[in-house]
């Protein structure tokens, strides 16, 4: 009877890790990272975004790059100091893995015409809050790692597993 609460536990801990999985965004959907696309309006319609969550550009190769700046690089669309830069392949995934502000534009002179990318990262409040509050981009689901366990709650699971195992 025992080992078999413990299976159930384990096993309900695991399922509410996994509802803890973060969202994938293709930059600009279907269009993706190019010239012509309102990515504030892309923003707008994508928002909020937590920690976790991932950004995928995707972009032709030596057309276009990703480079992340800070806010006034970002008004000035001056990519001569980045944060990091990035123009190999064809996409980038890019984690927001703090809150804050991410800015991103494109150094190859396409953001005076507005391919820059301004995302505002907000806290994750609850496990559920990504899968529910927001719309996933179904194009991004491609190139973007994986779904993962959260290490908080692979963890609590593992330490709820070993504790109940002692008193078993």
């Known amino acids: 009877m025992g080992k078999a609460l413990l299976l159930v536990l384990v096993c309900v801990s695991y399922h509410l890790s996994c509802a803890a ?14 010239p012509g696309v309102n990515y504030t309006i892309w923003e707008k319609k994508h928002r ?15 057309t276009a ?12 669309c001056d990519a001569s100091n980045p944060i990091s830069n990035y123009s190999k392949g064809r996409n980038y995934a890019f984690e927001l893995n703090h809150t ?7 150094s190859y002179g396409y953001c005076y015409d507005g391919m820059k990318l301004s ?6 409040t609850s496990p559920s809050a990504p899968l529910s ?4 981009s179904s194009a991004s689901a491609a ?19 070993a504790a109940l195992l002692r008193v078993l």
Request: aromatic letters at 16%; charged letters at 25%.
């Open 100 to 106: 804050g502000r991410y800015y991103f534009i494109c």
């Open 143 to 161: 190139a973007a790692p994986p779904r993962a366990l959260t290490s908080t709650a692979a963890l609590a699971a593992t330490l709820l597993a």
């Open 65 to 76: 790059d990703v480079v992340r700046v800070d806010e006034d690089a970002y008004d000035k």
């Open 133 to 136: 509050a927001k719309k996933k």
């Open 48 to 62: 909020p975004f937590h920690v976790g969550d991932w950004l995928v550009f995707y972009y032709q190769p030596r």
């Open 21 to 34: 999985a973060f969202n994938r965004f293709s930059v600009g959907d279907e269009k993706g990272w190019i």
């Open 119 to 124: 995302i505002l990262v907000e806290p994750l």
